[in-house]
């Protein structure tokens, strides 16, 4: 059975840095596309950074570029989401996905979900 589970949410002030985990059982997640996506209250989810598998291509969302890294350590089969200089509009759940082909940018497009980790910026 898979399993993906977050961690590393919290609240921080604008400015601060968090560093978010996805361990995944069940599945080795070199081999499937990732991603990691936010959800605001009432919208749909959106990609903030993808990376393909296997060669590890990344890709984000204008906003968080400079900012947001994601990255893979298959060793202990987990992905991370790096955010600095947070701020305010980057308060959401977030969500690592994973596909077993290339990452995308689009949420209905993964197969496997986590339960999300509230991230909480404060001005």
């Known amino acids: 059975q898979v399993h993906l589970v977050e961690s590393g949410g919290g609240s921080v002030q604008s400015g601060g840095s968090l560093r978010l985990s996805c361990v995944a059982s069940?599945?080795?997640?070199?081999?499937?596309?990732l991603g990691w996506f936010r959800q605001y209250p009432g919208k749909e989810r959106e990609a903030v950074a993808w990376?393909?598998?296997?060669?590890?291509?990344?890709e984000y969302k204008d906003s968080v570029k400079g900012r947001f890294t994601i990255s893979r350590d298959d060793a202990k089969n987990t992905v991370y989401l790096q955010m600095n200089d947070l701020g305010p509009e980057d308060t959401a759940i977030y969500f690592c996905?994973?596909?077993?082909?290339?990452?995308?940018?689009?949420?209905?497009?993964?197969?496997?979900w986590g339960q999300g980790t509230q991230v909480t910026v404060s001005s």
């Open positions: 996905g994973a596909r077993f082909a290339i990452a995308t940018m689009y949420a209905d497009e993964y197969e496997h």
């Open positions: 069940g599945l080795t997640l070199e081999h499937y596309g």
């Open positions: 990376m393909t598998n296997y060669g590890g291509r990344t």
